[in-house]
């Protein structure tokens, strides 16, 4: 996915970091970071798209994003009931999987990813 770094002043709280993300099946997402919360954004598609509307969730997808540039913290996180804000002080852990279908995600063994040879 794309990174899109940016610094723009949102009222009282800063947009710090932005980037697109895919969620399960064809859903797609945007995460944007500020000092004290994430907010998730949908930005298009719902899970499980047959392949003919694949390609209308990928643009619809594109032109939300670039919607959502010029809006503040509390305008993405109102442009959609499915957005939602997390704060910082709520999080208690964090998971990563490895992505991809054949990089194993949730059902690889974590401790592994780190045994590579340099």
Not at 88 to 116: C, H, L, R, T
């Amino acid at each position: 996915m794309n990174n899109i770094k940016t610094f723009k002043k949102s009222g009282d709280e800063q947009i710090l970091y932005r980037f697109e993300a895919t969620g399960t099946g064809t859903e797609y997402f945007e995460l944007v970071f500020s000092a004290k919360r994430l907010i998730i954004a949908k930005t298009g598609g719902r899970p499980f798209l047959k392949v003919s509307e694949l390609v209308h969730a990928i643009a619809e997808s594109s032109k939300k994003v670039a919607e959502l540039q010029s809006f503040s913290m509390e305008e993405i996180l109102n442009d959609n009931a499915e957005n939602t804000s997390i704060a910082y002080s709520d999080v208690s852990s964090i998971e990563m999987n490895k992505p991809g279908f054949f990089g194993g995600g949730a059902n690889e063994n974590p401790s592994k990813w780190n045994q590579e040879t340099i």
